[in-house]
């Protein structure tokens, strides 16, 4: 028995071994006194009950459990025009959830930050003028909500561990972006061990142990465990509302999607967008006899996977923009029922400290990560709903530095939006003849839709350069 000081050391030395990573302790004289220290705090912060269904599951072969034999494309609803403006029109009941503080609003912004290990995606620049970030983007749409509703919404951010300082510093930083910072909760994301393919944990440094998110589907079982669902309804919160950080078009608390949402009294509602092609990096829902959910596109058989309609677009187009709506009743019903997300494995390739204490350097994968996804709870919903998207008025991913899918791709999908508000305002586009359309960035502030755009007094009639509409002045 290697030496540690505390009682709860000993138990997490004892758990460890007894799950069959005593390989850890090897040379474990030779650690300072911190690594030793971190490697006991990343122990204690392992769920080895976990660890050892899912290993057993591994090597089962079994994923997600579901018969992909039997699958059908999806049944959707379309309550949107076919413009996808969404008319801000006729929605009592959203208004009436929104302004009296029924909905609480879910940022998923965990995963790895795409330009620094230290930075979450949601501190990329994405104003197209201003240069904003997505964290800022997304705050000034919750105001706009605040202020249109008189309410005061609350945010839960799901963020990486790594990332939880930088987040709520920058926050702090800039005073919340305007928001309560009482509203304001940052919830660090579970972890989980990478597992090499002995079933043994990995540490990347001699007191680190290599770990990996689990997936936003964890915020079920940790977050939104049953004290943290009573808590919620303490409050007043009947409906939770999740995006994802990524997407700057996303529309935060949409009053026409939750109308639809609250009118038919679904348990969980969630937007589509056509699939471009059958390679395109996106969820399908599909349907297995009277149930419906999502099907990573990897995952699908071949034959559903290559079939295509007689145009030539996907047979399985119907893919997920990841923002959904979820009753709080459901997320009780899940626990009530002990309903258990599938956890979803996947290749990784990590650097590790091997038996002589060495870094080795991995050059192909050695490990598997487990994740487990929100979009899986859809399967267990007994009602539910899924809604028409205009990707190119709601969708527009942050998955790349450069190039196709990034910030500056988004920024220009931004401006185009907005450029086409304004152009649908009648608002003249005067610039010299074979230039390029003005850049063009409308905050939040200014006007949350086109529909508000529109019933503003102070619209410029015609715009010859770039130009940033910002809280009521331009």
């Not at 997505?134 to 605040?146: C, D, G, S, V």
């Not at 995006?243 to 935060?252: E, G, H, K, S």
């Not at 969708?395 to 086409?420: R, T, V, W």
């Amino acid at each position: 028995m290697i030496k540690v000081k505390s009682e709860a050391d000993k138990v997490c030395v004892a758990k460890a071994q007894e799950a069959g990573q005593g390989h850890l302790f090897e040379r474990w004289d030779e650690l300072s006194q911190e690594d030793q220290r971190g490697l006991l705090r990343d122990l204690r912060s392992v769920n080895f009950q976990l660890v050892k269904r899912l290993l057993h599951q591994r090597r089962q072969g079994q994923d997600s459990g579901l018969e992909l034999d039997m699958l059908a494309p999806a049944q959707v609803d379309s309550p949107a025009d076919a413009n996808g403006t969404q008319l801000e029109k006729a929605c009592p009941n959203a208004e009436a959830a929104l302004s009296e503080g029924k909905i609480a609003l879910f940022l998923l912004a965990g995963g790895i930050g795409l330009g620094s290990p230290t930075e979450p995606t949601g501190m990329l620049p994405v104003g197209p003028i201003s240069g904003k970030s997505l964290f800022q983007l997304h705050a000034e749409k919750i105001r706009a909500l605040n202020r249109r509703y008189k309410t005061s919404l609350p945010l839960h951010i799901l963020i990486h561990p790594d990332h939880l300082d930088a987040t709520s510093e920058f926050f702090k930083v800039e005073n919340h972006f305007g928001l309560n910072p009482s509203d304001v909760h940052f919830v660090p994301q579970p972890l989980l061990p990478l597992i090499d393919r002995r079933g043994r944990f990995l540490r990347t440094e001699p007191g680190k142990l290599a770990l990996s998110p689990n997936g936003h589907g964890g915020v079920l079982d940790g977050y939104l465990n049953p004290e943290g669902v009573e808590e919620l309804r303490k409050n007043g919160i009947e409906q939770l509302f999740f995006f994802q950080a990524d997407n700057p078009m996303v529309r935060v608390g949409d009053p026409a999607f939750l109308e639809h949402h609250l009118t038919g009294d679904y348990e969980v509602s969630s937007k589509y967008i056509e699939r471009l092609d059958n390679e395109e990096d996106l969820g399908v829902f599909c349907r297995i006899g009277d149930t419906t959910g999502v099907i990573r596109y990897t995952t699908l058989p071949e034959q559903e996977r290559n079939s295509r309609e007689t145009d030539g677009s996907p047979g399985f187009a119907v893919g997920d923009m990841a923002a959904h709506i979820f009753k709080l009743d459901f997320i009780s019903r899940i626990h009530e029922e002990s309903l258990q997300l599938p956890f979803h494995t996947s290749e990784k390739t990590v650097s590790f400290i091997n038996r002589q204490g060495e870094l080795e350097r991995a050059t192909e994968p050695n490990c598997f990560e487990f994740s487990c996804y929100l979009y899986d709870a859809l399967w267990s919903a007994e009602k539910n709903s899924i809604v028409y998207a205009d990707r190119n008025a709601e969708f527009s991913p942050i998955k790349n530095m450069g190039g196709e899918s990034s910030s500056l791709s988004a920024q220009q999908d931004l401006s185009q939006l907005y450029a086409g508000w304004l152009q649908r305002c009648g608002v003249e586009f005067t610039g010299k003849a074979g230039a390029v359309t003005p850049t063009v960035e409308i905050s939040p502030l200014y006007a949350l839709s086109e529909t508000e755009l529109k019933s503003r007094a102070d619209l410029p009639e015609e715009i010859t350069d770039d130009i940033l509409l910002t809280g009521g002045k331009t």
